[in-house]
């Protein structure tokens, strides 16, 4: 079993940053991605960013140039760093970690932070 926990969330002015972390505990063992999700009144939840253990990145097109996922594998954290922040960014985001083995997937999710971009 894992365990996330996210934090970091809060009011932020357009333009503005913020960075959310997610602390994971419990059996990591198999745990290949973690990433970030997003999820605005209304809308489908989506993903944000995900980083594998070996480094690799992918971003919704919509936050790159913009946000930056780093994981730290030895401290079990996963971090999303939030420049130029827009109103649209506005929504609960979710960390994400995904055990994964051939012919099996399991996600593990986090409570959520809630992030407004607001003036």
């Known amino acids: 079993q894992v365990q996330l926990v996210e934090s970091g969330g809060g009011l932020v002015q357009p333009g503005g940053s913020l960075r959310l972390s997610c602390a994971a505990s419990g059996n990591m063992i198999s745990i290949y991605t973690m990433g970030w999700y997003r999820q605005a009144p209304g809308k489908q939840r989506e993903l944000v960013a995900t980083?594998?253990?070996?480094?690799?990145?992918d971003y919704t097109d919509s936050v790159k140039g913009r946000f930056t996922i780093s994981r730290d594998n030895a401290k079990n954290t996963v971090y999303l760093q939030m420049n130029s922040l827009k109103p649209e960014d506005t929504a609960v985001y979710y960390c994400?970690?995904?055990?994964?083995?051939?012919?099996?997937?399991?996600?593990?999710w986090g409570q959520g932070t809630q992030v407004t971009v607001s003036s």
């Open positions: 980083a594998t253990s070996g480094g690799s990145t």
């Open positions: 994400n970690a995904a055990y994964i083995v051939p012919g099996y997937r399991r996600d593990y």
